[in-house]
């Protein structure tokens, strides 16, 4: 092989690759800007939490925008995912397997305990809830909303999948995220420190939740192949999560989890 056809065959492996990485680039811009919602994100936290430049996030932002995938706020110039997206999400409107599958173990674990069920699903490194059922106790904690993302590790359910991970896996995680976590007062140490917890426990027990004066409990959800794809959580305020009914409400998150995955995995 001569220098030129050499030359050809190092640029022909190289551009795949440089297409993934763009790919991946985006899509880890378009996860930032899902996380801030309808409110937008401004460029300077994308570039922080992405840790790519501030030209290169300039650059995937605005091709973003001329295909309809992104749009940036007028009065704010934040930016913020573009109306094509739902669009595009009509091409699958049935609801997932979990979805059907969890729903009897909501509406019961709801009437049962009587504080807001949450249901969530992990998406890459983030978390995303998917179902909000709210009980029948005149004080709610509806601290999440649907549709909601946030980084695996800052929520209480985003805890619960990282326990039930293989530690190395975790850790990976919590590694990739902790330029994230800063938004949410929060690092790595920490995140680590209440994964190892739940882990032990088997469940997650945050006695600060998203919203002072609350706690929360969570309890992990796997796939049929022993991956960890889902949490559910229970917010409450905290005189209702005393110790006893902290185990009695953890015993029934625990039991509808293996009903969902056994409905999973029929």
Request: aromatic share 2%.
């Amino acid at each position: 092989m001569d220098k030129a056809d050499s030359s050809i065959s190092a640029r022909g492996a190289l551009e795949p690759r440089q297409g993934a990485q763009a790919i991946r680039r985006a899509l880890a811009v378009l996860r930032i800007l899902a996380a801030g919602r309808e409110d937008g994100v401004p460029l300077a936290e994308v570039v922080r939490a992405t840790g790519l430049t501030r030209p290169t996030v300039h650059r995937i932002v605005h091709v973003l925008i001329e295909e309809g995938i992104v749009e940036r706020h007028g009065r704010s110039g934040r930016y913020a995912i573009g109306n094509q997206v739902p669009e595009l999400a009509l091409a699958r409107p049935r609801p997932s397997r979990l979805l059907v599958a969890a729903n009897p173990s909501l509406q019961r674990a709801s009437t049962e305990i009587g504080d807001t069920l949450f249901l969530t699903v992990r998406t890459g490194h983030d978390t995303l809830c998917v179902d909000r059922r709210i009980g029948i106790y005149p004080i709610q904690v509806l601290s999440i909303e649907v549709g909601a993302r946030r980084p695996l590790g800052v929520s209480s359910a985003g805890v619960a999948i990282l326990a039930a991970m293989p530690a190395q896996d975790a850790r990976k995680i919590v590694a990739a995220n902790e330029k994230r976590f800063e938004t949410y007062q929060t690092d790595a140490a920490a995140v680590m420190s209440q994964v190892t917890a739940a882990r032990k426990r088997g469940y997650n027990m945050r006695e600060i939740g998203l919203v002072q004066g609350t706690k929360s409990i969570s309890t992990w959800i796997k796939t049929p192949d022993g991956q960890p794809a889902a949490a559910i959580t229970v917010s409450a305020v905290r005189t209702r999560l005393g110790p006893r009914r902290e185990q009695e409400v953890a015993e029934i998150l625990l039991r509808e989890a293996r009903i969902i995955e056994q409905a999973i995995r029929g």
